[in-house]
């Protein structure tokens, strides 16, 4: 496996360990300000990487289909959307509005809270295999230095999550577990992106619907959860906006300066 893949890969979970650091430097919990702020950073950077990194590489890698190009696009967004949804309906978690989704579940707050960031992070896992695995292949049209990019603007994007998931917990588990919850949360992005990457021969085939499979899933998370914990129901308070339009302008910029 080669340097570059390598670092693929690390850019985004190191994102998240740098983030899980904030809990031994700051004294205080998030604001609520400051956690909409980073939620709608974190969307921001999710739906720009979505478009440039995901669907327009797909609809690239389908161009033989002529003006059905958008076929393989439209599916994989669809399968990404329903794949989340199976797993949000399935899978309990809590968000860090203390709202609780998917089954009821005897464990902890701490592990619920671990389980709604993982939920986060599969999608994102898997967006980075499919590019860097297509980047290897050949079989779309897609730079090293796009693949970077969207390893860049992702690292950049978990670093508020790997904030979110660890500073609530100081009070409860300490300074130490709760950096290691954060970075746990995270493990599951290389996981699944190493995964994404040794299967590349038998996934060949399918390469643009996953990419919109990816961009789908991606879409699920934002619209789902980041946007209304970044609102939190009061429309006065458009930090979040102001974050997310900020965030989609970086990872826009990225992918086209690097691409």
Request: hydrophobic share 55%.
């Amino acid at each position: 496996m080669s340097f570059e893949i390598i670092r693929g890969i690390l850019i985004p979970f190191m994102g998240t360990c740098l983030g899980a650091c904030c809990v031994f430097f700051m004294r205080r919990g998030i604001s609520e300000g400051a956690t909409r702020a980073l939620n709608g950073f974190a969307g921001g950077v999710m739906v720009a990487a979505s478009v440039w990194s995901l669907l327009i590489p797909s609809m690239g890698a389908s161009s033989h289909l002529g003006t059905l190009a958008f076929i393989p696009a439209v599916v994989g967004l669809f399968l990404g959307v329903l794949f989340l949804l199976l797993l949000d309906k399935t899978i309990p978690h809590t968000h860090i509005n203390n709202q609780s989704e998917g089954p009821r579940s005897k464990m902890g707050k701490r592990a619920l809270m671990f389980l709604a960031i993982t939920l986060h992070n599969v999608p994102e896992g898997i967006a980075i295999g499919v590019v860097y695995a297509s980047l290897v292949s050949g079989s779309v049209d897609i730079s090293l230095a796009e693949a970077l990019a969207l390893s860049v603007g992702i690292g950049i994007q978990n670093f508020p999550e790997g904030a979110i998931i660890s500073m609530p917990l100081c009070e409860d588990a300490g300074k130490g577990r709760a950096f290691i919850y954060g970075v746990l949360s995270g493990i599951v992005e290389p996981i699944a992106t190493l995964l994404t990457i040794l299967m590349a021969e038998l996934l060949l085939p399918v390469f643009p619907y996953l990419l919109s499979f990816a961009a789908g899933a991606m879409l699920f998370v934002v619209v789902e959860e980041l946007i209304p914990e970044m609102t939190n129901g009061d429309h006065k308070a458009d930090i979040g906006t102001r974050m997310f339009t900020l965030g989609f302008a970086i990872m826009m910029s990225l992918d086209v300066a690097l691409g």
